[in-house]
């Protein structure tokens, strides 16, 4: 084939069909897609083989991989389907959105699979606020330990359980440590200090030393050999930025590139260079331990750059008694995305955290970075957050920027499970606002995203095709598939651990997700899995009676209806890791 030739063959077997499939796919492979690959077949076949063509053809439509047009009145043209992204938001599922109808700018109904995580702040803790959040869709209550003392963040964490009392709904906690950061010193008299373009800066590598308007201590004692000369350093979120002329074995000697103010204690950013800073400071462990005793269900991990710092991690929680807390590593500079396939290995979840990332690397490259982040925890099946500056406008604004709103549909359309809100929650005027729109966005773009290229992407990239899928993957994988074909209302998981409602997550199916668990802080741990509703009960014993008390339940809220079907995934044990039961059933 060469480059721009499209597959245009007339065939009349089924043989013929899958011969021609190959080619078309072979096309894709060469780079031909500039032309549709195409072929076309008679419709005039003999009865036998007409039979037995339209019925491959039909099973390779209803995996979405091809879509066909009448040529004339014998010919009909076969085209494979090329798709962009792995949520199916591909240029035939765009070409199928009109607003030509007056209901097409009505609001959308119903549920919305993707999750909600909100950041507790002055403007948010009283129980009355963090009433109205989870109200408004917050799954996940955030508290930044970058911020606050332990008898602030126990408040908190009380206020939001005595809200969850008297709403009687579901919210997980999760504590983002402050991390290991590199900071500046001390300024005389305590106020900023005029930088200007062109001057010389020095960087002291002691932090105690009080600063001027020509030089400054950091804390990073290091800083001297993990720069050279022609280094970048960016301060305060990048808004100054110099670069290394000069070094000794203690400072660095910087030309400033743009005016600006110099703080005390604001943070340094080193883009490119490798640092061996500690996973875990002082000051984390100790929040850690905190946090442990409070009950958090999930830890917000800062500045991962290696897997072996969420095994770290992982021993300090189990000495502090919180094996069971899931550990979520925040992405957020050069070393981090260059060994993200073993961190994403040894944790639980990834955040794709754009703040510091977009300081640490080239600024046009966090969206490609957040496109490989996202499809990799999917393919992983593991909860993957999208987070920083999302709805920042709204911080003062009571409406978003379009950029903003496009940025939240976007994340949706790339796979994202949650997406959060950080200073609009916690500091913003408009904070029930915030997360009311945040809910809207992403209910408006689910309405467009085509499921079903995701579950094939997801079955192609599932792993290598040489080794054997485990049990419960490959029961979550058919549920999701058996939910497609027969156009299923709900999935109802009966799970212990949670991990059977993870893998039916990874599939990505249309309908919800039911997960039924007796231990709370499972349900919990679902809250950040997109499409799933977890439901807690008060024991899995008696497989006939829990899947009856769930099919009611979810009929009394209204996701399922008398003659609907509902796929049942569970084990005939109830025990963990014992998930080998697929059922079919009928609400009466």
């Not at 670069?243 to 950013?269: D, M, R, W």
Request: proline share 3%; with cysteine.
């Amino acid at each position: 084939a060469t480059r721009n030739t499209a597959a245009m063959i007339r065939i009349n077997s089924s043989a013929g069909i899958c011969l021609a499939l190959l080619a078309t796919y072979a096309l894709v492979v060469c780079h031909a897609a500039l032309a549709s690959p195409s072929m076309q077949i008679r419709r005039s076949f003999s009865s036998p083989l007409r039979t037995q063509t339209w019925e491959s053809l039909r099973r390779a439509q209803l995996a979405k991989e091809i879509f066909t047009t009448d040529v004339d009145s014998e010919n009909t043209q076969v085209c494979l389907r090329i798709r962009g992204g792995s949520s199916g938001t591909g240029m035939e599922t765009n070409l199928g959105i009109s607003f030509k109808e007056k209901s097409a700018f009505d609001a959308a109904r119903g549920a919305v699979h993707t999750k909600f995580i909100c950041t507790l702040g002055p403007k948010t803790q009283s129980v009355e606020m963090i009433s109205k959040l989870i109200e408004a869709g917050m799954n996940v209550a955030r508290m930044n330990f970058s911020h606050g003392d332990h008898k602030y963040h126990a408040q908190t964490i009380a206020n939001v359980r005595e809200a969850l009392k008297q709403s009687k709904r579901m919210c997980a906690l999760a504590l983002d440590t402050k991390g290991p950061e590199i900071r500046t010193g001390k300024i005389q008299g305590g106020g900023d200090v005029e930088l200007v373009a062109g001057q010389e800066f020095t960087l002291v590598n002691d932090f105690e030393h009080v600063g001027d308007s020509k030089t400054i201590g950091q804390s990073y004692p290091k800083l001297s050999e993990v720069l050279e000369v022609g280094s970048e350093v960016l301060i305060d979120d990048g808004l100054i930025s110099m670069t290394v002329v000069s070094k000794t074995p203690t400072s660095v000697t910087c030309k400033v590139a743009n005016n600006g103010l110099l703080g005390q204690n604001k943070g340094i950013n080193l883009p490119g260079a490798v640092v061996d800073l500690p996973a875990l400071t002082e000051r984390d462990k100790t929040d850690l331990a905190f946090g442990c005793e409070q009950g958090v269900d999930f830890i917000f991990a800062s500045f991962i750059r290696q897997g072996e710092q969420v095994r770290e991690i992982r021993r300090h929680l189990e000495a502090c008694g919180g094996g069971h807390v899931r550990v979520i590593s925040k992405i957020e500079n050069q070393e981090g995305l260059q060994n993200f396939d073993e961190i994403l290995a040894e944790s639980d979840g990834i955040m794709v955290a754009r703040g510091d990332m977009g300081v640490e690397i080239p600024v046009e490259k966090v969206a490609i970075a957040q496109k490989m982040i996202i499809s990799k925890c999917n393919v992983a099946g593991k909860p993957v957050v999208t987070a920083t500056q999302m709805l920042e406008s709204m911080i003062v604004n009571p409406r978003p920027t379009r950029a903003e709103t496009t940025d939240v549909a976007n994340a949706v359309f790339d796979g994202t499970d949650c997406v959060m809100l950080s200073g609009e929650t916690a500091k913003g005027k408009y904070p029930i606002l915030a997360i009311e729109t945040m809910v809207r966005i992403c209910r408006e773009a689910e309405k467009v995203v085509d499921y079903t290229p995701s579950y094939v992407a997801m079955r192609r990239h599932g792993g290598d095709v040489t080794s054997l899928m485990s049990v419960d993957e490959a029961i979550a994988s058919s549920a999701v598939k058996t939910a497609f074909d027969l156009r299923a209302k709900l999935i109802l998981c009966l799970t212990m651990s949670g991990r059977t409602a993870r893998l039916i997550c990874k599939y990505r199916p249309v309908a919800p997700i039911l997960c039924a668990t007796a231990d709370e802080q499972t349900a919990r741990h679902c809250m950040v899995l997109r499409g799933c509703y977890p439901m807690v009960m008060g024991s899995l014993m008696g497989l006939a009676s829990v899947i009856s008390r769930c099919v009611a339940t979810a009929k009394v809220n209204g996701l399922v209806h008398s003659g609907d079907v509902v796929v049942v995934v569970s084990g005939v044990k109830e025990v963990t890791g014992a998930t080998n039961d697929l059922r079919v059933l009928k609400v009466e």
